[in-house]
């Protein structure tokens, strides 16, 4: 079975700063796929970024950029230049790339982050 | 194009009453998945349609939770007798495919279930 942790509850921001949320997870797979994604307080569940275990390369989006570590098991979300919009519960998640339990998520416990103007 | 649809958005019920959710997912979407949100945690999976199949079931917690999709497009999750400990926000999600780059899942806004 796959696990997610984030071990930081909430986090905070300065608008216009930088900030990095922590996500790491335990598998024995070797094969699968990272997401970020953001929940508002309307509850809309939104893909942030997508990383495919097998790219040596750091996923990008705009503003959102990934590190992942495979050997440590570990996948960051960093969020340049930071927006009052960017508030919201963000949510690391696993998804195996084949196999049983394939398309079925396992997401962690969730950061809460607030921008300050 | 239009998102995934859920209905309704907030349901309050009381305890052993049945309950039906509905989801509409994006339209060509062939995969569907019923997730569960206790207040201040991540969803957890509870059952993955291919189609109209139920492909993988195994996060539904026990027999009283039921879900179809008898026409690959809709589905609807059925919980019967319900406890108060069913109070949770019910996502749904779908995929164009249940494999490769298109796997992708795009979530509902959630219904909203309060059991009394």
């Known amino acids: 079975a796959q696990t997610v942790t984030q071990s930081q509850p909430e986090m905070s921001v300065q608008e216009a700063e930088t900030v990095t949320l922590s996500c790491t997870y335990d598998?024995?797979?070797?094969?699968?796929?990272l997401f970020w994604y953001k929940q508002p307080p309307s509850r809309q569940m939104i893909l942030v970024i997508r990383?495919?275990?097998?790219?040596?390369q750091n996923a990008t989006e705009n503003r959102f950029s990934v590190n992942f570590q495979k050997a440590a098991k570990s996948f960051s979300l960093k969020i340049s230049d930071s927006q009052l919009g960017d508030t919201a519960m963000y949510f690391c998640?696993?998804?195996?790339?084949?196999?049983?339990?394939?398309?079925?998520?396992?997401f962690g416990q969730g950061t809460i982050l607030t921008v300050h103007p | 194009g239009a998102g995934v649809s859920q209905t309704p958005s907030n349901k309050v019920t009381e305890k052993g009453k049945y309950v039906e959710l509905r989801c509409d997912p994006i339209?060509?979407?062939?995969?569907l998945y019923w997730y569960r949100q206790s207040l201040g945690q991540g969803p957890e999976f509870l059952i993955y349609?291919?189609?109209?199949?139920?492909?993988?079931d195994s996060g539904l917690p026990n027999d009283r939770f039921f879900a179809v999709r008898p026409e690959g497009s809709v589905s609807t999750l059925k919980i019967q007798r319900t406890e108060r400990g069913d109070s949770a926000v019910y996502l749904c999600?779908?995929?164009?495919?249940?494999?490769?780059?298109?796997?992708?899942?795009?979530f509902g806004p959630g219904t909203r279930l309060t059991v009394l």
């Open positions: 999600a779908s995929s164009l495919t249940p494999s490769g780059v298109e796997d992708t899942q795009y």
């Open positions: 598998t024995s797979e070797n094969n699968y796929y």
């Open positions: 990383q495919e275990a097998y790219k040596q």
């Open positions: 998640a696993f998804m195996k790339q084949s196999g049983t339990s394939y398309g079925k998520l396992t």
């Open positions: 339209s060509g979407h062939t995969a």
């Open positions: 349609f291919q189609g109209t199949g139920a492909a993988d």
